[in-house]
């Protein structure tokens, strides 16, 4: 069973252009969350996803993010007009139905430059 | 606002000593917490959780004790070995919302 697989897993973009990370759960896992980690920093939460539903976007920011997993494919975080303060390790994890605090399982993450 | 807060940057313990990794939270809500293990360009990997009905959790060499009135959980590794070495992160989470409130890491070093 493999584990939550994200992509690409380095991504260098340079300030204004368009950053795409991708996100596939574990198998028949229905609920993806995605954290940022800034440098020198832990995890923070932003987004909490089901299949075709945003559950929990309180941790995105307001402008330039959003998120998507959709019914079939990959979760996306969109990150449009890339600044510096963008660079950081993005990670998803996956979870299964049911108490989703207690069973997310984490990527191996994308970490993005802005140059 | 940081809710979950890990004091200690960071830890230096000697093989086949005892870890103890400190977590205080400032949330009365939280009833779920949890350890996780990260070594550099992964993912982090979960060790050990605990609910907020009990003192104690206990796997193998790890075991998590809880201590509501202080808002403190702590993490024991016992005994440490060198490939514990790596970034310990305590989080929490407050109902079913999934949401996780991570704090910022203390970074374990156990020397041969």
């Known amino acids: 069973n493999a584990g939550v697989m994200q992509n690409p897993r380095h991504l260098v973009r340079r300030r204004g252009q368009e950053a795409r990370l991708r996100c596939s759960p574990m198998k028949g896992h229905s609920h993806v969350y995605w954290y940022r980690q800034l440098p020198e920093e832990g995890l923070k939460f932003m987004v909490y996803?089901?299949?075709?539903?945003?559950?929990?976007e309180s941790g995105m920011p307001k402008e330039r993010f959003s998120a998507e997993f959709p019914k079939e494919g990959p979760s996306i975080l969109r990150i449009q007009q890339v600044v510096r303060g963008d660079s950081a390790a993005y990670f998803c994890?996956?979870?299964?139905?049911?108490?989703?605090?207690?069973?997310?399982?984490f990527g191996p993450g994308t970490r993005l430059l802005v140059l | 606002d940081q809710q979950v807060k890990q004091n200690s940057p960071s830890l230096s313990v000697q093989e086949g000593r005892i870890s103890i990794l400190n977590c205080d939270y400032t949330n009365s809500m939280f009833d779920y917490f949890l350890w996780y293990k990260k070594y550099p360009a992964e993912g982090p990997t979960f060790l050990i959780s605990?609910?907020?009905?009990?003192d104690k959790n206990e796997d193998g060499r790890f075991t998590v004790f809880l201590n509501k009135s202080a808002k403190h959980l702590s993490l024991h590794i016992v005994p440490s070995q060198p490939g514990d070495s790596a970034v310990y992160f305590c989080a929490a989470s407050a109902g079913n919302t999934g949401k996780l409130i991570f704090g910022q890491g203390t970074t374990l070093q156990v020397k041969p």
């Open positions: 605990i609910s907020s009905i009990k």
């Open positions: 994890a996956s979870s299964p139905p049911g108490r989703p605090q207690e069973t997310q399982y």
């Open positions: 996803l089901q299949k075709e539903n945003i559950i929990d």
